[in-house]
């Protein structure tokens, strides 16, 4: 009961989750803004549908590079959450700068890239930092809430860019059939209008960016839980490089730590691979409608985003009341598999409304599930430091991700529509495969409920 005057909840925690959820919908952005469109850069950048895909797939690229030195500068206590925000806020909004001056002139097509992977840096940290800015600031029985309003910036994200860009960038004539070349007057007025886009964006970028700087902070003055408050007390062991490989070959050795970023990156990342083709897969599978293949393809894949938006709330609110983690995540993973059966179905009946339902219910699993697997890695890490543990989480992910993508174009190019989309379904299936051999442990709960376990080591291998 002592320990309980040391404890305090700041209001200010709600402003800095708003500006953050404000750069995961950047990151929303980033990711679902090209593939719906993608035949007009093809045709603005002169460019191959594959090279087209690199201005998606480019968001992973930074992460792969940037995972070793993020974490031993996280280790070394050079970089705190401050400054991780900083570095996310600061890189979005450069990305999102050089992504707007791309578009002047079709020969800056580098450029794009380049802005992409600054934008997947920002993603990178910014995902990393959903988990820890909860944990550090929001007590236990509002860490999912905070966790699923961070998410939910994304999921507005991906809705706004699988919508906004198809009603900005469209043919002046209405029955042009999908791969038709767009005139120069509609190239023109494209960019122009994306340039709008990214521009507004940039501005509201900028200005969150300037308000983190004057305002944030490492971690609130007094801690909000048992947990966190006692952590500190264990976490005094000296910096050295020897200190840091006897951690990451601790986190390392963690088997339910590493199949959970796995499966983190096999339950995300799928949605990558029918992000980035739905327009040519409706194409290619010839599903007509009275609408154009690319706004058509916007629709079906905002009731993705729609569902996300749905799951992450839900999954929120079931962390905050329901603590078996893992049984949530292998029901929920087991739901996106279902869902994902249900979009080949429809997409071989050619089934608009099918693949409607089924992509809406594919992101409310999707979104339950990330809530879910982000509490789980946590929980199954205590007491190593949250932002240490997330950003080897996200540097694992990632890399499965970026193979992911490149793969989906080969599966489509090789075996089409039905070839792209079974392998998503088999990539779904074997994160809920890893997903039942984790461990069930929660660790940082057991810590609260029974104190005598404050100086627990870290997790073996065997747990």
Request: a positive charge.
């Amino acid at each position: 009961m002592q320990s309980q005057d040391v404890f305090k909840w700041y209001k200010r925690r709600w402003a800095f989750l708003v500006g953050l959820s404000i750069f995961q919908f950047f990151a929303g952005i980033s990711f679902a803004s090209y593939g719906q469109i993608s035949n007009f850069y093809v045709q603005f950048f002169n460019a191959s549908h594959s090279q087209v895909d690199w201005i998606t797939n480019a968001r992973n690229i930074s992460a792969i590079f940037i995972t070793i030195p993020l974490v031993w500068l996280i280790f070394k206590r050079k970089i705190g959450s401050r400054n991780l925000i900083l570095i996310m806020a600061g890189s979005s909004t450069l990305g999102l700068l050089l992504v707007t001056l791309s578009l002047i002139d079709r020969s800056l097509f580098g450029l794009i890239v380049m802005g992409q992977i600054l934008c997947g840096l920002a993603e990178t940290i910014g995902v990393a930092m959903t988990s820890i800015f909860a944990v550090l600031w929001f007590p236990d029985n509002q860490i999912g809430t905070a966790i699923a309003i961070n998410s939910l910036g994304i999921a507005v994200g991906d809705g706004t860019g699988y919508v906004l860009p198809p009603f900005l960038v469209q043919p002046f004539n209405k029955t042009r059939t999908y791969g038709e070349n767009l005139t120069s007057q509609e190239l023109t007025s494209g960019k122009r209008q994306l340039r709008y886009m990214y521009g507004s964006f940039l501005g509201i970028s900028a200005f969150v960016t300037i308000l983190f700087a004057i305002f944030i902070t490492d971690k609130p003055p007094t801690p909000p839980t048992f947990a966190q408050d006692k952590k500190t007390d264990v976490q005094q062991e000296p910096r050295t490089f020897k200190n840091f490989i006897i951690h990451a070959k601790l986190l390392f050795s963690n088997w339910s730590y590493i199949i959970t970023c796995i499966t983190i990156g096999l339950v995300m990342q799928m949605v990558l691979v029918e992000n980035m083709m739905m327009s040519e897969i409706i194409v290619d599978m010839n599903i007509t409608s009275n609408i154009s293949s690319e706004r058509l393809s916007g629709y079906i894949m905002s009731m993705f985003s729609l569902g996300d938006l749905i799951g992450v709330i839900l999954g929120g609110k079931v962390v905050d009341h329901f603590k078996n983690y893992k049984v949530l995540a292998m029901s929920g993973i087991a739901a996106v598999f279902l869902s994902t059966v249900g979009i080949i179905l429809s997409v071989m009946l050619k089934s608009t409304i099918g693949m409607y339902i089924c992509n809406g219910l594919f992101g409310v699993f999707v979104g339950s599930s990330f809530v879910v697997l982000l509490e789980m890695a946590t929980q199954l890490t205590y007491p190593i430091d949250e932002t240490l543990i997330n950003a080897w989480m996200i540097g694992i992910q990632t890399g499965f991700a970026l193979l992911l993508g490149v793969l989906g174009r080969s599966a489509f190019n090789i075996w089409g529509s039905l070839g792209v989309l079974s392998f998503q379904c088999a990539g779904i299936f074997v994160g809920l495969v890893f997903c039942c051999l984790v461990s069930p442990k929660n660790r940082r709960l057991e810590v609260e409920r029974n104190q005598i376990n404050i100086q627990t080591p870290l997790l073996a291998s065997n747990n």
